[in-house]
């Protein structure tokens, strides 16, 4: 049975910094995409980021309101992680890690088939 389990969430000041774990088991992901969405209250799902590889190349995808702010990067094929930097209170949601086998929309989240229970991350000004 396949579980994502998300960690590393939590209450920062404006400015600061965080990182999310998300480990994968019940399956060997090694060729999977893994990304992370976020939902705040009252919002819908939304794409963070992703990671796959191809052909032996790493492809990093990321949502312009975080492109510059926040890393993916995987610690082995079941581990992905999201390194959160100069956060902002608008990030403030509950954080979701996801898996798909080539999914063909990395940024929708209908495109993947895992979800983990999520992890909240509050951002105060």
């Known amino acids: 049975q396949v579980q994502l389990v998300e960690s590393g969430g939590g209450l920062v000041q404006a400015g600061g910094s965080l990182r999310l774990s998300c480990a994968a088991s019940?399956?060997?992901?090694?060729?999977?995409?893994m990304a992370w969405f976020r939902q705040a209250p009252g919002k819908e799902r939304e794409f963070v980021s992703a990671?796959?590889?191809?052909?032996?190349?790493?492809?990093a995808y990321y949502a312009d309101s975080v492109r510059g702010r926040f890393t993916i990067s995987r610690g082995n094929a079941n581990l992905v992680y999201l390194q959160m930097n100069s956060l902002k209170p608008e990030d403030t949601a509950v954080y979701y890690c996801?898996?798909?086998?080539?999914?063909?929309?990395?940024?929708?989240?209908?495109?993947?088939?895992?979800w983990g229970q999520g992890t909240q991350v509050t951002v105060s000004s």
């Open positions: 990671i796959r590889r191809n052909g032996g190349i790493t492809f």
């Open positions: 019940g399956g060997t992901f090694s060729t999977y995409a």
């Open positions: 996801t898996a798909a086998n080539n999914p063909r929309e990395m940024t929708l989240p209908k495109s993947y088939s895992y």
